[in-house]
């Protein structure tokens, strides 16, 4: 493996287990807690983190092929929001084994 990737292996490694440890300390409560995200609450974000790992990874594949990384007129809020509404009655436990 590269030092670049290495790189990026440890980062992204460091920043899971930064999540898992932030995760771990929730209480039932702070699941609802709002976040500086207008309108989304802890579990929306978790929900979006959760969810939008496929799509970056097809971004990420167009990217290398030199190809456009958004289908024209495609509107990332709308798409996000539409993810996070269609899974917010997941459970709790559901959304951190997801993560």
Not at 11 to 33: F, M, N, P, V
Not at 80 to 88: F, I, L, P, T
Request: glycine share 4%.
């Amino acid at each position: 493996m590269s030092d670049r990737k290495a790189a990026i292996a440890a980062a992204l490694t460091a920043t899971r287990d930064q999540l898992k440890a932030i995760t771990d300390g929730l209480k039932e409560a702070d699941w609802q807690s709002a976040t500086p995200n207008e309108g989304w609450s802890v579990k929306d974000v978790l929900l979006h983190l959760s969810s939008s790992e496929p799509g970056l990874i097809v971004m990420a594949r167009r990217i290398l092929n030199d190809e456009d990384s958004v289908v024209a007129g495609f509107d990332v809020h709308r798409f996000n929001q539409r993810q996070v509404e269609k899974r917010r009655e997941r459970s709790n436990s559901d959304v951190l084994a997801d993560l």
